[in-house]
T-cell receptor, first 113, second 114 residues
Framework: EAQVTQNPRYLITVTGKKLTVTCSQNMNHEYMSWYRQDPGLGLRQIYYSMNVEVTDKGDVPEGYKVSRKEKRNFPLILESPSPNQTSLYFC????????????FGQGTRLTVV | GENVEQHPSTLSVQEGDSAVIKCTYSDSASNYFPWYKQELGKRPQLIIDIRSNVGEKKDQRIAVTLNKTAKHFSLHITETQPEDSAVYFCAATRNTGTASKLTFGTGTRLQVTL
């Protein structure tokens, strides 16, 4: 089954404690990205990757890091989380060279206290 | 970069009525316009999309129209049902083969009442 898998689904953490949200896809997609969803602001792109070892900033990259060492995995790293990073996070993947559907993960609800 | 505006932010219709959600985009080179539906607590999922070489596309009760000159596109849902209640996002992208970034609108919360 084609899917994008994120973990964990829910996470409560304290300010400053490093955390990683994992994302994995099994569709051989080149393009992967991370979004955060906040009320009234829609889905805003944090970082994206066009292929292995190729990553770039999206619209709201401050406070986040990513890596793309393998095609299927695209983890999101918060080195020192702050309360303003409390949000719902989605990973998504798609093919790069054609206009086709972006598949989303199940979402990770992060609370930073 | 691309900017997508979406209206209205909330929409309430009676079951059986039609619903229309409108989006405008800023980048005239954008060539792909998908619509995503997000049910409560779920991930966004594609419901319909349209490419820049087409003016209208239909799939059962949903349709999307695109006006490239005016740079706006709309989602039309006819004969609405309670299961249509969700948040709908429009998006625009310019896929060049070496770059592809989806820019989303801020979402429309559709409530279908009985």
């Amino acid at each position: 089954e084609a899917q994008v898998t994120q973990n964990p689904r829910y996470l409560i953490t304290v300010t400053g404690k490093k955390l990683t949200v994992t994302c994995s896809q099994n569709m051989n997609h080149e393009y992967m990205s991370w979004y955060r969803q906040d009320p009234g602001l829609g889905l805003r792109q944090i970082y994206y990757s066009m292929n292995v070892e190729v990553t770039d900033k999206g619209d709201v990259p401050e406070g986040y890091k990513v890596s793309r060492k393998e095609k299927r995995n695209f983890p999101l790293i918060l080195e020192s989380p702050s309360p303003n990073q409390t949000s719902l996070y989605f990973c998504a993947s798609s093919f790069l060279d054609r206009n086709t559907e972006a598949f989303f993960g199940q979402g990770t609800r992060l609370t930073v206290v | 970069g691309e900017n997508v505006e979406q209206h209205p932010s909330t929409l309430s219709v009676q079951e059986g009525d039609s619903a229309v959600i409108k989006c405008t985009y800023s980048d005239s080179a954008s060539n792909y316009f998908p619509w995503y539906k997000q049910e409560l607590g779920k991930r966004p999922q594609l419901i319909i999309d349209i490419r820049s070489n087409v003016g209208e596309k239909k799939d059962q009760r949903i349709a999307v129209t695109l006006n490239k000159t005016a740079k706006h596109f709309s989602l039309h849902i006819t004969e609405t049902q309670p299961e249509d209640s969700a948040v709908y996002f429009c998006a625009a992208t310019r896929n060049t083969g070496t770059a592809s970034k989806l820019t989303f609108g801020t979402g429309t919360r559709l409530q279908v009442t009985l």
